[in-house]
């Protein structure tokens, strides 16, 4: 079954470590994204990309960094410089702009 | 800067019941309007699209309706059953050139009660 498959669920990290998630999507669609949720906030976006090798700054971009080397891959890395890393991380895919997203399970971020 | 409102932000019914979900948002300038469902600690799955140029879309019991004029979209659940609880949320899209950025409100937290 084609899908997005964000790993792991749950990430335990130190305080001042770097850490990062991995996206993977079986879909063949071109665009990626990166969002995080916190409790009674909507999504707000941190990355997104368009096509391989290429990507742009969402709206929360300080304190994390992706890349997209593969098509189906899109891992992000949030780093000791992001103040508050502790949250629900999502990754989403759509074929296109006008297309639905595709979102991944997840993975919930604990920072202590 | 775009922002969008879902009221009320929780909500819950008797099983059996017809229900609207409310969502609003500040510019009309939008190329599509999503709703999606989120349970528990999970992603979202998209329930529906609708086109800046469409009025409404329909997907089994759920229908979605736009009016962009006014800001306003409304999610409307027929004969609810318990296991459409959850959380709905809908999203805009902007109209940034070749970029889906969505813009999404708070989510309205559904309990269908047996």
Redesign the interface.
């Known amino acids: 079954d084609g899908g997005?498959t964000?790993s792991p669920k749950y990430l335990f990290r130190k305080e001042g470590q770097n850490v990062t998630l991995s996206c993977e999507q079986n879909l063949n669609h071109d665009?990626m994204?990166w969002y995080r949720q916190d409790p009674?906030?909507?999504?707000?976006?941190i990355y997104?990309s368009?096509i391989v090798n290429d990507f742009?700054k969402?709206d929360i971009a300080e304190g994390y960094s992706v890349s997209r080397e593969k098509k189906e891959s899109f891992p992000l890395t949030v780093t000791s410089a992001q103040k508050n890393p502790t949250a629900f991380y999502?990754c989403?895919s759509?074929i296109y702009?006008?297309?639905?997203?595709?979102?991944?399970?997840?993975t919930?971020l604990t920072v202590t | 800067k775009q922002e969008v409102t879902q009221i009320p932000a929780a909500l819950s019914v008797p099983e059996g019941e017809n229900l609207v979900l409310n969502c609003s948002f500040t510019d009309s300038a939008i190329y599509n309007l999503q709703w999606f469902r989120q349970d528990p600690g999970k992603g979202l799955t998209s329930l529906l699209l609708i086109q800046s140029s469409q009025r409404e879309q329909t997907s089994g019991r759920l229908n979605a309706s736009l009016d962009k004029s006014s800001g306003r979209s409304t999610l409307y659940i027929a004969a609810s059953q318990p296991g459409d609880s959850a959380t709905y949320l809908c999203a805009v899209n902007t109209p940034e050139e070749g970029a889906q950025k969505l813009v999404f409100g708070q989510g309205t937290r559904l309990t269908i009660n047996p």
Do not use: D, M
């Open positions: 997005i964000q665009a994204y009674g906030q909507g999504l707000r976006l997104y368009q742009q969402g999502l989403a759509s702009r006008n297309s639905p997203l595709h979102f991944g399970n997840g919930r």
